[in-house]
């Protein structure tokens, strides 16, 4: 399968400090890529250079076959970055309708504002809109020139829930297109529930590559918990097979280990006295905090 995206050992420093040390990625044409890791970890750097925005240190970038700056290729591309900038005189139509002017096949203005949830507000000044309003159009300018490959930086920041429902629905419609997303988010469950790769980076360094159940898996956060009798002890449970370590709360125990089917299994029937027994399989944010701390500093 054709990259979309080319990183080799792509270094990027300021002064002291490598925002970017030594990165090597591969991004595959239409996947779905969720580049997460706490702030200062490099991905707004890494972004900058995919999209030409700033060069790197060292080391080689390309995208879409080409460099980040080829006409050709920004042509093919979409960018919703956490900052846009509109012209005072402009109303949010006419905003779009200059977007629309800088691409070759551009998607329709009417396209835009439906995908967008804009079209009330096609009339506005774009620069009275509400911070909510002001990321659906960002989402518009993205998609103004019908791009193969969309940046997506921390897309739904402001957005109520249903501007986020409605981002997240068209989405997915052009995910199943062949588009190639990348996003960075500091809503976890988002990420889990539509990337199909996640790279987590710390430090300027790729740290964790993988599909969702790979990196939730490398968390080992998998387990079974349940109420335990007092006749219930902690060596009776590692006894059990598949059982990795135990921990108490109260009468509430967990079990890890990574087959939580053979968990369940073992513990049925192992007659000891349990009940109000769960399995909890783990999720992005469990995996997130296990590789790089407190996920509220994606």
Do not use: C
């Amino acid at each position: 399968m054709k990259h979309a995206i080319e990183l080799e050992h792509v270094t990027k420093q300021y002064r002291e400090k490598k925002a970017v040390d030594d990165m090597t990625l591969y991004i595959e044409q239409g996947s779905i890529v969720a580049l997460l890791g706490p702030n200062g970890a490099g991905k707004s750097t890494t972004v900058n250079m995919v999209l030409g925005l700033t060069s790197p240190t060292a080391g080689t970038v390309r995208l879409m076959g080409g460099s980040p700056r080829d006409r050709a290729v920004r042509n093919r591309i979409g960018a919703m970055l956490q900052e846009v900038s509109v012209i005072d005189s402009l109303k949010v139509e006419e905003t779009i309708n200059l977007f629309r002017s800088y691409y070759t096949n551009p998607l329709s203005t009417g396209e835009l504002l439906r995908i967008s949830g804009l079209e009330d507000e096609r009339g506005k000044y774009a620069t009275s809109l509400s911070g909510g309003q002001m990321r659906r159009l960002g989402f518009a300018l993205a998609m103004a020139g019908d791009p193969e490959l969309i940046f997506l930086d921390e897309p739904t920041v402001g957005m109520d829930v249903t501007s986020r429902q409605l981002f997240w629905r068209t989405i997915r419609s052009f995910a199943g297109s062949g588009r190639t997303i990348i996003l960075t988010t500091h809503y976890l469950e988002e990420a889990d529930s539509i990337a199909d790769r996640v790279v987590v980076v710390n430090q300027g360094k790729i740290i964790a590559d993988g599909t969702l159940d790979e990196i939730k898996e490398s968390a080992g956060n998998r387990h079974v918990s349940f109420t335990a009798g007092s006749n219930v002890k902690t060596h009776q449970l590692l006894d059990l097979p598949g059982v990795a370590d135990v921990q108490w709360a109260g009468h509430r125990v967990k079990v890890y280990g990574s087959d939580t089917d053979g968990l369940l299994y073992a513990l049925i029937r192992s007659d000891l006295d349990i009940h109000d027994i769960e399995t909890h399989k783990g999720g992005l944010e469990d995996a997130f905090q296990s590789l790089v701390g407190s996920p509220e500093a994606v």
